[in-house]
């Protein structure tokens, strides 16, 4: 499991509740469905409650200035010695800091600091899906890992913010704690995404359209034409696509030449990339199925059942994530359908597959580098502002493997 050095806020926003926890190098495991999920956490014994208890009491008596007139000093010096460590002797600052701790004092308030300053020091990350799936899909954590790489050296904080949550009320405290945002690919009419935007703070859109802002971009529809193409090319008629909701929650079946209006960046220009391919044949649009689901294994082995059984003879499953591709397999396999040789599956992302996936064949996908993304957003967010209309395009590349063979004969 990836782990990450910078700090990370984790912003739970359940119905009715807002708890926020920081850590360093957490962990988290999930899946979708029947799987189970499963954050770290550090329990909380009574003495330890006890002893925080103490401290907080300790600490509320011992101020920058009690600290200052214990020592016979200034108070400036005192807090120079956590602000401005330059400004004072290395002796000096040592002898500070080491009484401090004796009376549990810790250093002048982030959040006064905040409110003198105008700077809270951290960024928020708005992604899809539930806090866990940020520490569970292999993109996501390449993507943070790529984020966090240039906070740790900025010493700026991280705000995870999910947009599957209950409830929104405990958003706008959220507001007064970050400096800016990283969209990554959210959807743009959820409520806490215009929210974001309307708050005005520097901003940053990753596999998202808002020309207002800076974009970091994968070349998607340009990669999904040539994996449809290629799948096309060895003979395939009868393709479907699993994909990502259309609409935020939505769990549709329809067909390709239905107008499809949707405010996620990343399946509008993959579905387009699919169209266009499939445009050039002889193939009818209407014949084409696609599926909406959850990114994830058990979604893409439900969409395939889906699939199958409204149009068995389906040859060719494009996917527009791996984690779909590879429960789309093991579907098949469930079904004794033979990948390839039976129906051939493509995903998207050439994320690193798991033991459980070593039975199955070399998936034929899109590499895109998410820890670039990751880091190419932060640069832009931290040390660019945010500029308006830059454009940061990630090249994808197609990667052929054995989960697509030619068609077999009827």
Same mark, same amino acid.
């Given at each position: 499991?990836?782990?990450?050095?910078?700090?990370?806020?984790?912003?739970?926003?359940?119905?009715?509740?807002?708890?926020?926890?920081?850590?360093?190098?957490?962990?988290?495991?999930?899946?979708?469905?029947?799987?189970?999920?499963?954050?770290?956490?550090?329990?909380?014994k009574p003495e330890l409650i006890w002893r925080?208890?103490?401290?907080?009491?300790?600490?509320?008596?011992?101020?920058?200035?009690?600290?200052?007139?214990?020592?016979?000093?200034?108070?400036?010096?005192?807090?120079?010695?956590?602000?401005?460590?330059?400004?004072?002797?290395?002796?000096l600052r040592q002898k500070i800091l080491e009484?401090?701790?004796?009376?549990?004092?810790?250093?002048?308030?982030?959040?006064?600091?905040?409110?003198?300053?105008?700077?809270?020091?951290?960024?928020?990350?708005?992604?899809?899906?539930?806090?866990?799936?940020?520490?569970?899909?292999?993109?996501?954590?390449?993507?943070?890992?790529?984020?966090?790489?240039?906070?740790?050296?900025?010493?700026?904080?991280?705000?995870?913010?999910?947009?599957?949550?209950?409830?929104?009320?405990?958003?706008?405290?959220?507001?007064?704690?970050?400096?800016?945002?990283?969209?990554?690919?959210?959807?743009?009419?959820?409520?806490?995404?215009?929210?974001?935007?309307?708050?005005?703070?520097? /901003?940053?859109?990753? #596999?998202?359209? +808002?020309? !207002?802002?800076?974009?970091? &971009?994968?070349?998607?529809? *340009? @990669?999904?034409?040539?994996?449809?193409?290629?799948?096309?090319?060895?003979?395939?008629?009868?393709?479907?696509?699993?994909?990502?909701?259309?609409?935020?929650?939505?769990?549709?079946?329809?067909?390709?030449?239905?107008?499809?209006?949707?405010?996620?960046?990343?399946?509008?220009?993959?579905?387009?990339?699919?169209?266009?391919?499939?445009?050039?044949?002889?193939?009818?649009?209407?014949?084409?199925?696609?599926?909406?689901? /959850?990114?994830?294994? #058990?979604?893409? +082995?439900? !969409?395939?059942?889906?699939? &199958?059984?409204?149009?068995? *003879? @389906?040859?060719?499953?494009?996917?527009?994530?791996?984690?779909?591709?590879?429960?789309?397999?093991?579907?098949?396999?469930?079904?004794?359908?033979?990948?390839?040789?039976?129906?051939?599956?493509?995903?998207?992302?050439?994320?690193?597959?798991?033991?459980?996936?070593?039975?199955?064949?070399?998936?034929?996908?899109?590499?895109?580098?998410?820890?670039?993304?990751?880091?190419?957003?932060?640069?832009?967010?931290?040390?660019?502002?945010?500029?308006?209309?830059?454009?940061?395009?990630?090249?994808?590349?197609?990667?052929?493997r054995d989960s697509t063979a030619k068609v077999?004969?009827?």
């Amino acid at each position: 499991m990836s782990r990450f050095n910078a700090n990370i806020l984790f912003s739970f926003m359940e119905k009715g509740c807002c708890g926020q926890f920081v850590a360093m190098g957490a962990a988290a495991t999930k899946s979708c469905n029947n799987e189970t999920s499963q954050i770290l956490r550090v329990p909380q014994k009574p003495e330890l409650i006890w002893r925080k208890e103490i401290s907080k009491i300790s600490r509320s008596k011992a101020t920058l200035k009690s600290i200052a007139a214990e020592l016979g000093i200034t108070h400036v010096s005192v807090s120079n010695a956590y602000n401005n460590p330059a400004k004072v002797s290395a002796q000096l600052r040592q002898k500070i800091l080491e009484h401090a701790k004796t009376v549990n004092y810790f250093g002048p308030s982030a959040a006064a600091r905040s409110l003198r300053t105008g700077v809270c020091g951290a960024i928020g990350v708005i992604f899809n899906d539930q806090l866990s799936y940020a520490f569970t899909d292999p993109h996501d954590i390449a993507f943070l890992r790529g984020v966090s790489s240039v906070c740790e050296e900025e010493g700026t904080n991280i705000v995870l913010i999910p947009l599957k949550s209950g409830g929104l009320d405990s958003f706008e405290s959220l507001d007064a704690i970050v400096d800016g945002y990283i969209f990554n690919a959210p959807y743009k009419s959820n409520a806490t995404t215009q929210r974001a935007i309307a708050n005005g703070l520097p /901003t940053v859109a990753v #596999d998202f359209d +808002a020309p !207002a802002y800076t974009s970091v &971009l994968t070349n998607d529809f *340009d @990669i999904m034409r040539e994996i449809t193409e290629h799948v096309l090319s060895l003979g395939h008629q009868q393709l479907a696509i699993i994909t990502f909701p259309v609409k935020e929650g939505s769990h549709n079946l329809f067909t390709l030449d239905e107008d499809m209006d949707t405010d996620n960046y990343v399946v509008k220009q993959r579905m387009r990339g699919c169209k266009e391919a499939i445009g050039k044949t002889k193939i009818d649009l209407a014949s084409v199925l696609v599926c909406e689901t /959850t990114n994830c294994e #058990d979604g893409g +082995a439900e !969409a395939t059942r889906r699939l &199958l059984q409204r149009q068995p *003879d @389906i040859t060719a499953l494009v996917c527009f994530s791996d984690r779909l591709a590879y429960g789309a397999m093991k579907e098949c396999k469930r079904l004794r359908l033979d990948v390839p040789q039976q129906i051939s599956v493509t995903g998207f992302d050439d994320i690193e597959p798991l033991s459980l996936h070593s039975t199955f064949p070399g998936l034929t996908t899109a590499r895109q580098n998410a820890y670039e993304k990751g880091r190419k957003a932060a640069e832009a967010l931290l040390h660019g502002g945010g500029e308006q209309g830059r454009k940061i395009e990630i090249e994808a590349t197609a990667i052929i493997r054995d989960s697509t063979a030619k068609v077999r004969a009827a």
